[in-house]
Structure formats: C-alpha cells, structure tokens
C-alpha cells in the first residue's frame, strides 16, 4: 500500500510536464507529451495494487520480484471526459483491465460538480478501482465519484485515485472525506484561483487534449 499522496518524481516526469504547462503548446504536441506522461503515471497505479513476492528464473540465475495479485478483479473508472484519456493509458499498458465510466461535469459558473451517466460493472463491488481523472481541482467531482463507487459497494481502501496535476485544496477535501483513498499524482501545484484553476497549473486539461 502507499502512503496517503503518492508523487512521481522523475527527469522524464518534468520534462513531459514542462512541455505540458507551456501554453504555447499546441494541442497535437500537448496530447503526445500527455499520453507519454500518463503511460508512467497508469504503469505506477498499476504497480501499486496488491502484489505479492515470487521468484523467477531469469536466464542467468533467479530474481525475487512482484506478480499481481489482483488481476481479475481491477476496474478502470473514468471520470469524462477528460479521464478517458488516462484510462486508455491504463488500457495500453494492460489491455486486459475492466473499464467504467462516470459523466460528472462541473457548471462553469458555480463549479459544482453534477453525475450525469454512470456505466459500471455490475460486480465492482468486488474489486479495485483505478480512478482517473488528469485534474484534481477542488474535488468535487472526485467526491461524487469516489461517492458513486462506494454507493456500489466498493471499499475506499480498493480505490487509487491517478491524477496528473493536483493542488492542496483538492487532495485536503477528498482525504477529509475519504483518508483511505490512495491518491497518486505528478505533482501538487500551489494552489486555486478565483476561476477554480490550479495555478500554475496547465490550464483546462480536456480543452487542451482534445483540442477544444
Ligand atoms: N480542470 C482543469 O482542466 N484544469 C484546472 O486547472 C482545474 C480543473
């Protein structure tokens, strides 16, 4: 298990994200560096489900490393429609993995979060949850949907919530409510503006992946 925020911390990690904050970039190049960046951050949410120790035996002698111990029973959960992208990061690392979907948008004025759709397994209540959305802002629609799954039966200890950028408010808000949710990001910004924008921040992650 990791501890409550989990940060990535690499060259190649800094680098993808520099590219990414840099307004000047355009969307293609925005997407390309996103999707790399994101296959690292889908490898470590991966990584951190239940392992467990085995021994195998490479072509020069053996080696103890981890197998997955949970492989049936993982769900990919997209928040829309920005989650998709790192869900499909999720699913090219392991194409294998169950996904669901959560449609929670935020009013543009007020930015409180509302759940549209829900498409879910039918028996996620058993398993663990890769939660992903790039953004944790203020934690509204983090809330709603870690809400949504425990509504279903899941354990809030099963759910690993991946996000590219965080800020303080947003991981205080979701481990006031939920602290035995495991929380992995790239890095924790500074801080809210009035518009409900980390800052520095990358500006609106969907807008800039999707191109609008
Ligand atoms: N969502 C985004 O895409 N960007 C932010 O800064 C906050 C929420």
């Not at 990414?20 to 949410?45: I, K, N, Q, V, Y």
């Not at 769900?75 to 990061?89: N, T």
Request: net charge neutral; aromatic share 6%.
């Amino acid at each position: 298990m990791v501890t409550a925020v989990h940060t990535l911390e690499s060259r190649a990690i800094t680098h993808l994200m520099t590219v990414m904050r840099d307004a000047s970039t355009p969307h293609e190049a925005f997407a390309a560096h996103a999707r790399r960046l994101m296959r690292l951050l889908a490898e470590e949410g991966i990584a951190c489900l239940p392992h467990t120790r085995i021994e195998v035996t490479t072509p020069c002698g053996t080696f103890v490393g981890e197998k997955l111990l949970v492989a049936s029973a993982v769900c990919a959960v997209s928040i829309m429609r920005a989650g998709d992208s790192l869900v499909e990061e999720v699913r090219a690392a392991w194409p294998g993995v169950r996904v669901g979907k959560l449609l929670i948008q935020r009013d543009e004025q007020t930015a409180i979060p509302r759940l549209f759709y829900e498409k879910l397994p039918a028996d996620i209540a058993r398993m663990h949850v890769l939660l992903c959305d790039p953004m944790l802002a203020t934690g509204g629609s983090a809330m709603m949907a870690i809400d949504a799954l425990l509504k279903r039966g899941v354990r809030a200890a099963f759910i690993i919530f991946l996000n590219v950028l965080s800020c303080p408010e947003g991981i205080a808000r979701v481990h006031a409510a939920h602290p035995a949710v495991q929380i992995i990001t790239c890095a924790t910004d500074e801080r809210l503006n009035e518009r409900k924008f980390i800052v520095p921040g990358l500006g609106d992650f969907g807008d800039r992946f999707y191109g609008g």
